[in-house]
T-cell receptor, first 113, second 114 residues
Framework: DQQVKQNSPSLSVQEGRISILNCDYT??????FLWYKKYPAEGPTFLIS?????DKNEDGRFTVFLNKSAKHLSLHIVPSQPGDSAVYFC????????????FGTGTRLQVFP | DTEVTQTPKHLVMGMTNKKSLKCEQH?????MYWYKQKAKKPPELMFV???????INESVPSRFSPECPNSSLLNLHLHALQPEDSALYLC?????????????FGEGSWLTVV
């Protein structure tokens, strides 16, 4: 049972444009959401997070939006740069079990010139 | 600084060998984790230590044995592994804050079992 889903395995975006990565979840107990970026042969790097008490969090070029009623979150990258090309994982956890981070299957983003 | 250091970066071992993966963090984090990641898959949780006590074991086979010697160190002892255990092993740490529990990963140890 995949509680966190990233339905797009890959995304290709031109440099300078917006990249939108999507993530859906099924467990209504999840209240903390994170995005990680992963290059090949490296560990995931934490990008940005959002608590369920918010619907938006912004950090530089990265913005995460949370729609609790739809159980959907998205990561916006503006403007996209070639160095953003990587696999992006969304992840979620619940207050009753904060150590158990549930990952989505990942979306491979390619930013081309 | 959110650095988690793992050694070795690469390890090749035979099925009868005993080896260990090591992890260190000096951020004062209260929890440390071992994850396993296979190609094109998300990281899978193996073990969690919270305040140096094993708090989660995700039904991992006994050929993987975690150890937390102190609050900064985490080891994963490997014995009698199978070729299908070949994967990227990720160590992570976290300190809960008001917003939630952000987990920070090391660069991983690539394990190949031959």
């Amino acid at each position: 049972d995949q509680q966190v889903k990233q339905n797009s395995p890959s995304l290709s975006v031109q440099e300078g444009r917006i990249s939108i990565l999507n993530c859906d979840y099924t467990n209504s107990m999840f209240d903390y959401f994170l995005w990680y970026k992963k290059y090949p042969a490296e560990g995931p790097t934490f990008l940005i997070s959002i608590s369920s008490i918010k619907d938006k969090n912004e950090d530089g070029r990265f913005t995460v939006f949370l729609n609790k009623s739809a159980k959907h979150l998205s990561l916006h990258i503006v403007p996209s740069q070639p160095g953003d090309s990587a696999v992006y994982f969304c992840a979620a956890s619940a207050t009753y079990n904060t150590d158990k981070l549930i990952f989505g299957t990942g979306t491979r983003l390619q930013v081309f010139p | 600084d959110t650095e988690v250091t793992q050694t070795p970066k690469h390890l090749v071992m035979g099925m009868t060998n005993k080896k260990s993966l090591k992890c260190e963090q000096h951020m004062g984090h209260r929890a440390m984790y071992w994850y396993k990641q296979k190609a094109k898959k998300p990281p899978e949780l193996m073990f969690v230590y919270s305040y140096e006590k094993l708090s989660i074991n995700e039904s991992v086979p006994s050929r993987f044995s975690p150890e937390c010697p102190n609050s900064s160190l985490l080891n994963l002892h490997l014995h009698a592994l199978q070729p299908e255990d070949s994967a990227l092993y990720l160590c992570a740490s976290s300190q809960e804050d008001r917003a939630g529990n952000t987990i920070y990963f090391g660069e991983g140890s690539w394990l190949t079992v031959v």
